[in-house]
């Protein structure tokens, strides 16, 4: 373990001043930035403990939505009575992802800001532009068959883990932030979180020191909220393919994981999919939101994989006969 400072914030505008310096990361529950500083691949030099700020609460919007705090579990998250009536694709998201204990300590910011679980990435021993910048890529060459079939580069192919990311796609829900300077900042996942292009090592477009605050729902859209994770074991697995969908009337919301750097989702499709017999929006959808994939031969199969997840969760939800 490197050596590094400890700071407790007791606000989020001391919380923004103290994470501004080089080399200072935010800490709260700790699940995957632990794990990454034992494996030498985090190395901060100052850790911001923000436990301490008044940031656990979900509250009701003027608008009729919802208001998560950043450092509400995601066990208190999916729990919530609001949230299981109203956001229904979000609490089955997020008890999707990990194991109890595992979602006891989690938190909604840190959930957002979960990095990479490309194998490459957590091989020091190993090339990899988003640990190393410059240094390559080796699952271009190498093992592929977990990772993303769109929205990648030719510095990296690595997947979003989350599960509940996906989720707050599909209902369009905004990260809200604080920086430094105390300019505040709404963000919609798809400006949230960055294609890797040629800087794969930054994740999102967070400025240095700039807080998670919490997360908003909008107002509920009602109709019937799936969501469906594949994967190679029942538990504790993240996802090869996962699909958030909404269906209300002919429109279908739907966004992927494990499929793309980010949360997929293409709005123009799900548009081109409502104009076309139920029968053919599956096909319509998939064509048209992963008409840019570029597959490695290992992971070639995730494409049809989601083709038939998609159909499957349009049967549950009753839209379209299962085939």
């Given at each position: 373990?490197?050596p590094?400072a400890?700071?407790?914030?007791?606000t989020?505008?001391?919380?923004?001043?103290?994470?501004?310096?080089?080399?200072?990361?935010?800490?709260?529950?700790?699940?995957?930035?632990l794990?990454?500083?034992k494996?030498?691949?985090?190395?901060?030099r100052r850790?911001?403990d923000?436990?301490?700020?008044?940031l656990r609460?979900?509250?009701?919007?003027p608008?009729g939505?919802?208001?998560?705090?950043?450092?509400?579990?995601?066990?208190?998250?999916?729990?919530?009575?609001?949230?299981?009536?109203?956001?229904?694709?979000?609490?089955?998201?997020?008890?999707a992802?990990?194991?109890?204990?595992i979602?006891?300590?989690?938190?909604?910011g840190g959930?957002?800001?979960?990095?990479?679980?490309c194998p490459y990435?957590?091989?020091?021993?190993?090339?990899?532009?988003k640990?190393?910048?410059g240094s390559g890529c080796?699952?271009?060459?190498?093992?592929?068959?977990?990772?993303?079939?769109?929205?990648?580069?030719?510095?990296?192919?690595?997947?979003?883990?989350?599960?509940?990311?996906?989720?707050?796609r599909?209902?369009?829900?905004?990260?809200?932030?604080l920086?430094?300077?105390?300019?505040?900042?709404?963000?919609?996942?798809d400006?949230?979180?960055?294609?890797p292009?040629?800087?794969?090592?930054l994740?999102?477009?967070?400025?240095?020191?700039?807080?998670?605050?919490?997360?908003?729902?909008?107002?509920?859209?009602?109709?019937?909220?799936?969501?469906?994770?594949?994967?190679?074991?029942?538990?504790y697995a993240f996802?090869?393919?996962s699909?958030a969908?909404?269906v209300d009337?002919r429109n279908?919301?739907?966004?992927?994981?494990g499929?793309?750097?980010r949360?997929?989702?293409?709005?123009?499709?799900e548009a081109?999919?409502a104009?076309?017999?139920s029968?053919?929006?599956?096909?319509?959808?998939?064509?048209?939101?992963?008409?840019?994939?570029?597959?490695?031969?290992?992971?070639?199969?995730?494409?049809?994989?989601?083709?038939r997840?998609?159909?499957?969760?349009?049967?549950q939800?009753?839209?379209?006969e299962?085939?």
């Open positions: 373990m490197r590094f400890y700071v407790r914030a007791e989020p505008e001391a919380a923004a001043r103290d994470g501004e310096a080089v080399g200072t990361k935010f800490i709260a529950g700790g699940t995957n930035l794990d990454l500083m494996l030498d691949i985090e190395q901060p850790l911001v923000v436990n301490a700020l008044n609460d979900i509250t009701a919007t608008d939505g919802l208001h998560v705090g950043a450092l509400v579990s995601n066990t208190e998250l999916a729990s919530d009575p609001r949230v299981m009536a109203s956001y229904g694709v979000l609490s089955r998201a997020i008890v992802g990990a194991s109890g204990q979602r006891n300590k989690a938190t909604t959930n957002l800001l979960q990095r990479a679980r990435f957590y091989d020091p021993n190993l090339p990899c532009n640990r190393d910048p080796a699952a271009l060459g190498g093992l592929s068959r977990t990772l993303a079939v769109i929205g990648t580069s030719d510095a990296c192919i690595a997947q979003h883990p989350s599960d509940m990311a996906v989720a707050l599909v209902l369009d829900a905004h990260v809200n932030t920086a430094p300077d105390g300019t505040q900042r709404s963000l919609p996942l400006e949230f979180y960055r294609l292009g040629d800087t794969p090592h994740d999102t477009n967070l400025k240095p020191g700039e807080l998670i605050t919490g997360v908003t729902l909008p107002p509920p859209v009602g109709g019937t909220h799936v969501y469906r994770k594949v994967r190679d074991r029942a538990s996802a090869l393919v699909v969908v909404i009337g279908v919301r739907a966004a992927f994981g499929v793309a750097p949360p997929w989702r293409v709005p123009d499709a081109a999919a104009q076309v017999d029968r053919e929006q599956t096909d319509t959808l998939l064509d048209r939101t992963f008409d840019e994939a570029r597959p490695t031969a290992q992971n070639a199969f995730k494409v049809p994989l989601a083709r997840t998609l159909k499957a969760v349009l049967a939800s009753g839209l379209e299962q085939a």
